[in-house]
């Protein structure tokens, strides 16, 4: 028979204590979200490494070698094993550097969402060609990885939920952001900038720009305390106020297009608009779009 008595009671107590502090543990299992900006080299593009207990998920992979190289290094210094690598859009800035981060991290499993994957598939091999046909060797990787394709709406991390939103239309069609609920954090990808030029190569057109617009405004609305861009001097702010840059240089963006007759008038406007902003060869390829030479 089991009585009650005082050194009963308190074992109770630190059974119950104990039981609690697990259950804290479990759900802080999700600690921290890292985040790594390219250099200028590099696109400023970031990738976020989310650090739990004993494992970790990353997502997007960089661009060159030497930035991938970087982001490993910042990967390993964690600790921890590296689950899964998540690739929000088609963009090389995003994709190339997994040949780098599977060969430091080969049990990590590389995922996008099945439209993202779609575009992977469709342009990337002639983009990765392109790019080494033109740059310097070892600059970009030679291998193409391809992900794998994402299967539900959502990472675990050790327990934890991490939400792959619905492809929204950022700087291409399909961006699928990443909000963590357990660090009230939201990544933006590629629907969010700040204190560079926004890649607008394939957002030339009203309504495409709209679609942009909209996507800022719904991942705002989420209200999250941590908003991580995807391109950025590594110096700038990680919260709502990217949405409110984003939408800003679309502004300048399309009235700049109405005022100017070439492409020397269009780059020029936006550079007095924006004349700390990073990321200069967003600005021209965005302005060779329009005048296409």
């Not at 990472?155 to 963590?180: A, N, Q, S, Y």
């Not at 950025?232 to 919260?239: F, L, T, V």
Request: negative net charge; without cysteine; hydrophobic residues 45%.
């Amino acid at each position: 028979m089991f009585v009650l008595d005082r050194r009963n009671f308190l074992a109770l107590g630190a059974a119950g204590a104990a039981t609690a502090m697990a259950s804290r543990l479990s759900l802080a299992a999700v600690s921290e979200a890292k985040v790594f900006t390219a250099d200028e080299a590099g696109v400023m593009v970031d990738s976020t490494v989310i650090v739990g207990e004993k494992s970790a998920v990353v997502i997007d992979a960089q661009f060159t070698v030497a930035n991938a190289k970087a982001l490993a290094d910042v990967i390993q210094a964690t600790a921890r094993k590296i689950e899964t690598i998540l690739v929000t859009h088609y963009h090389p800035d995003h994709l190339l550097g997994l040949s780098v981060l599977l060969e430091r991290f080969p049990e990590a499993k590389p995922l996008t969402h099945p439209k993202v994957l779609a575009m992977i598939n469709k342009a990337s091999a002639p983009t990765l060609k392109a790019l080494n046909e033109h740059a310097p060797p070892g600059v970009f990787t030679d291998k193409l990885i391809v992900p794998d394709v994402l299967t539900r709406d959502h990472l675990l991390l050790e327990g934890e939920r991490i939400d792959i939103l619905d492809p929204m239309h950022g700087d291409t069609e399909f961006v699928t952001p990443v909000h963590i609920p357990s660090l009230n954090t939201l990544i933006a990808a590629d629907v969010g900038y700040t204190d560079t030029h926004l890649w607008l190569e394939e957002t030339t057109t009203p309504d495409q720009i709209g679609k942009w617009r909209e996507s800022t405004r719904r991942l705002e609305a989420i209200g999250a305390k941590t908003v991580i861009p995807g391109h950025r001097k590594p110096e700038s702010r990680s919260d709502n106020s990217i949405f409110t840059y984003t939408r800003a240089y679309l502004d300048s963006w399309e009235k700049a297009l109405l005022a100017s007759k070439s492409a020397d008038e269009l780059k020029a406007a936006l550079v007095k608009g924006h004349p700390d902003a990073g990321f200069a060869f967003a600005l021209e390829r965005s302005v060779a779009a329009i005048y296409k030479k």
